[in-house]
């Protein structure tokens, strides 16, 4: 197994060198992408360490390139650092052997914001938490969402690490430059990531300030003291590097493809469904799932799950006279379909209560995850099903309204088991 080391930066030279050069011995690949507002002729320090070296256009936060700059790593794990963090050197030690382990997906690393000097770390939330930083390299599972401050999406099996990283930034900026910051994290306009507001960005990088959490450092282990003091004490100035026109340049309409929550073309909304199975009949109330068809013939990929740009398939139920029974229910596509691709999705139904011949509608439908707002509603159909109150389902009575989010959860446990099912993914339909 091969490690990449991702680093996206623009902290000082000297101090990302420094921060690299420990990791040197167990890195297959060290992946640098540099903020293009530097100037490109005095790279020479990131060069040093790199073995691949690229600038990216900024427009409102790094992590808007992550998703594209982790694209561009060829090793079978990534382990993603900053340039003002410095990875224990017990995990360094065991980073050879997590990476072979042929069972985890990701690895969970605390990181302890140092405060108020090199010698003591804040031990409670919201400065001391665990993100998986050190990620199977599979594009199957390796998703970020580009929000300020977000993270790889969590994917299981996972392993919580007890040695991770210390975070340098409340001891190399000033508390002026701090404040500037929480003013223009707060007012980012493409997105920050929800669980980082939860817990409070001003908190995280003002702690002197806060008054809810008890501020209370306690001593960093001695065994990490020198590796911290190292990176701490690496100055000097920029020096010349490759010329600027060897550096990869990646546009901001480049790194957009990869970016989640990009504007999509008018030719992105175009799909069909179509109904899978015979013509199903249900009981009054009756939980099931029924297969559609699905097919992308847009121009973009829609990656399905959770994640964005986030392609749903919803449907709602018409009673025989046409009146609209309950409201639209979306279910996720089970994995990513490209253009000009179509997949089989399983819909978690529940039938209306009332007899008679319903028509069920389905549409694709694309929404915002951070706000939930609806973006664009496209590609419809409809299918009519008979439902039967005069032989009741056990399942047909009606829904107490606080019921309604556990019977939604066992219907997406029944899919789910479907999914994991070899008999049924290889049987008849």
Same mark, same amino acid.
């Given at each position: ?17 420094? $921060? ?72 360094? /030690? ?47 599972? *390796? ?35 701090? /404040? ?7 007012? $980012? ?8 507001? /939860? ?17 209370? #450092? ?9 590796? $911290? ?7 000097? +100035?920029? *020096? ?7 550096? #990869? ?27 899978? +199975?015979? +013509? ?71 039938? #209306? *209560? ?28 409809? *299918?009519? $099903? ?44």
């Amino acid at each position: 197994m091969t490690l990449s080391v991702c680093c996206l930066t623009s902290d000082p030279g000297a101090r990302v060198a420094a $921060i690299l050069r420990q990791l040197r011995p167990v890195a297959d690949e060290i992946v640098v992408a540099v903020d293009s507002r530097l100037d490109p002729q005095r790279l020479g320090r990131y060069a040093e360490l790199a073995d691949r070296l690229m600038r990216f256009e900024f427009v409102d936060s790094v992590e808007q390139s992550a998703p594209f700059i982790t694209s561009q790593c060829s090793g079978d794990w990534i382990l993603r650092i900053d340039g003002d963090e410095v990875v224990n050197p017990g995990l360094i /030690e065991q980073l050879p052997e997590l990476i072979a382990a042929p069972d985890v997906f990701q690895y969970w690393l605390p990181c302890r914001w140092l405060f108020p000097d090199a010698d003591h770390y804040l031990a409670q939330p919201p400065w001391h938490f665990s993100s998986p930083r050190l990620v199977r390299n599979d594009p199957a599972t *390796l998703w970020h969402a580009g929000l300020s401050h977000g993270r790889f999406e969590p994917v299981f099996p996972s392993v919580h690490l007890d040695e991770g990283y210390y975070h340098l930034a409340l001891l190399v900026q000033d508390l002026a430059y701090r /404040e500037a910051k929480v003013e223009r994290y707060l007012s $980012i306009a493409s997105g920050h990531s929800r669980s980082v507001l /939860e817990v409070d960005v001003t908190a995280l990088y003002l702690p002197e300030q806060d008054r809810r959490f008890g501020v209370a #450092p306690v001593p960093v282990p001695h065994r990490d003291r020198a590796a $911290i003091a190292e990176v701490l004490g690496a100055t000097g +100035e920029e *020096l010349p590097g490759p010329p600027a026109d060897e550096i #990869p340049l990646w546009s901001w309409s480049q790194v957009e493809r990869a970016w989640p929550r990009r504007t999509l073309s008018e030719e992105a909304y175009r799909g069909e469904i179509e109904a899978f +199975e015979r +013509e199903a009949g249900l009981y009054g109330g009756q939980e099931r799932p029924i297969t559609f068809r699905v097919g992308n013939t847009g121009t973009e990929h829609w990656p399905g799950l959770d994640r964005e740009p986030w392609i749903r398939l919803s449907h709602r139920w018409l009673a025989p006279d046409g009146t609209v029974v309950g409201d639209w229910v979306r279910d996720n596509l089970p994995a990513g379909l490209a253009p000009g691709a179509s997949a089989l999705v399983p819909v978690a139904i529940e039938a #209306p *209560l009332g007899p008679g011949r319903h028509s069920l509608e389905l549409t694709l439908v694309h929404e915002d995850r951070l706000s939930g707002r609806l973006i664009r509603r496209f590609a419809t159909a409809s *299918l009519s $099903i008979d439902v039967d109150a005069a032989e009741q389902s056990p399942w047909a009575r009606p829904v107490h309204p606080g019921r309604e989010s556990r019977r939604r959860r066992r219907l997406s446990l029944l899919i789910e088991r479907l999914f994991r099912s070899r008999s049924w993914l290889g049987g008849e339909q």
